[in-house]
């Protein structure tokens, strides 16, 4: 029984640590920054990427899944 209960803790703390280390986070500053596509097409599945205020004036294709974040940003979008 005691051994169960190791082994049962052990697959616990694995999958917590697998979980821990999900998705990676990108930062794009306007100007002479990262444009916001660079940041996309480097980033993996399930990353943040972070859109620091400024203006961008920038065509993206997202084919994965990530977030993107901006703070006191407007962002238009067209299709």
Known sequence: ???LLLVAAALVAVLAAAG???GAEWDVYPGAGTPIQDAIDDAGEGD???VHEG???ENV???KRVTLE???A???VAA
């Open 20 to 22: 821990v280390g999900a």
């Open 55 to 57: 203006e961008y004036c």
């Open 74 to 76: 407007i962002m238009e």
């Open 48 to 50: 943040t990427i972070y």
């Open 1 to 3: 029984m005691t051994r």
């Open 61 to 63: 294709d997202v084919d």
């Open 70 to 72: 901006c703070a006191d």
